[in-house]
């Protein structure tokens, strides 16, 4: 991660950093909930009575659960990181 919050002032190299950090993070936040989005029917279609699509159904749950908490930490970048633009 860049680190462009202590710097005092806003070069224009700094800020170019700073939006590409933000559109990085936005991209990464879009890939993601997509990648979450395309779980979601997986995880009707596999619930079925069987053990090896049992434990196919639970993993394709925990990848979507594990994509939404990384959508969470990077809309936390997110915040940062405009946070940091308007300081």
Do not use: C, Y
Request: glycine share 6%.
């Amino acid at each position: 991660m860049l680190n462009i919050i202590a710097d005092e002032s806003w070069s224009s190299e700094a800020l170019w950093k700073w939006f590409s950090a933000q559109r990085a993070v936005n991209e990464a936040i879009a890939a993601l909930e997509d990648a979450g989005a395309g779980l979601l029917p997986l995880v009707e279609a596999s619930d079925w009575q069987a053990d090896g699509v049992r434990a196919l159904h639970a993993l394709i749950i925990e990848l979507k659960d594990r994509t939404t908490i990384e959508v969470g930490v990077l809309g936390n970048r997110l915040w940062e990181l405009d946070a940091a633009g308007r300081s």
